[in-house]
């Protein structure tokens, strides 16, 4: 049957080589031309590509190199404007102590110390930080450590009672829970079995 294929093809006049047992026709030199030219295009645009996706990730590596230098810098200085605003708090500690060995009276002293308090919590709150109440309050296990169970009379059951260290939220989230002790119910006289 291959003979008679080759014969009918050499009759046609056409010329037809044979690849492992696939015919392929001769092209004629216009298309060559042109598969040539649409091959060496798409080389090029091959070779832009490459180029584009190589200065990519070298953009993508110093984009890297630089977040972390950033989040480094970011770390290092992240308190910068806090201690920044503590040491005028810091000076006034150091007039309060100057006064303190002068001939100032105690109270004057106290209402220095007073006032450079008052000026520290001002500067804790303009970053973020709030007092937990807790006397008087309901206790919470999320925001209040209890030490303690006191018996009381006048308060009701599960109320802090006392308040040993205070708490603080930073921002919304817990910094420092307070240290408290919790109203129990008083227990009555106990009664003998005999």
């Not at 480094?72 to 920044?84: M, P």
């Not at 599960?158 to 829970?177: A, C, H, I, W």
């Amino acid at each position: 049957m291959k003979k008679n294929e080759e014969e009918l093809n050499e009759d046609a006049g056409t010329e037809a080589q044979t690849v492992e047992g696939e015919e392929i026709q001769e092209l004629p030199d216009e298309e060559i031309s042109r598969l040539k030219a649409e091959l060496a295009a798409r080389t090029m645009e091959a070779a832009d590509n490459y180029d584009r996706f190589l200065r990519a990730v070298a953009d993508l590596e110093n984009f890297k190199k630089r977040a972390e230098r950033e989040k480094t810098d970011c770390v290092t200085f992240a308190n910068e404007a806090l201690l920044a605003d503590v040491l005028p708090v810091i000076d006034n500690f150091d007039r309060a102590l100057a006064h303190a060995a002068g001939t100032e009276t105690l109270d004057s002293l106290k209402e220095g110390v007073r006032l450079t308090i008052g000026q520290v919590w001002g500067v804790l709150k303009k970053y973020g930080l709030q007092e937990i109440p807790a006397l008087g309050e309901r206790f919470d296990p999320a925001l209040h450590h209890a030490i303690s169970h006191e018996e009381a009379a006048d308060a009701r059951p599960d109320t802090v009672v006392k308040e040993f260290q205070k708490g603080y939220m930073l921002k919304g989230r817990l910094l420092r829970p307070s240290m408290v002790a919790v109203a129990k119910a008083p227990q009555g006289p106990q009664k003998d079995e005999d």
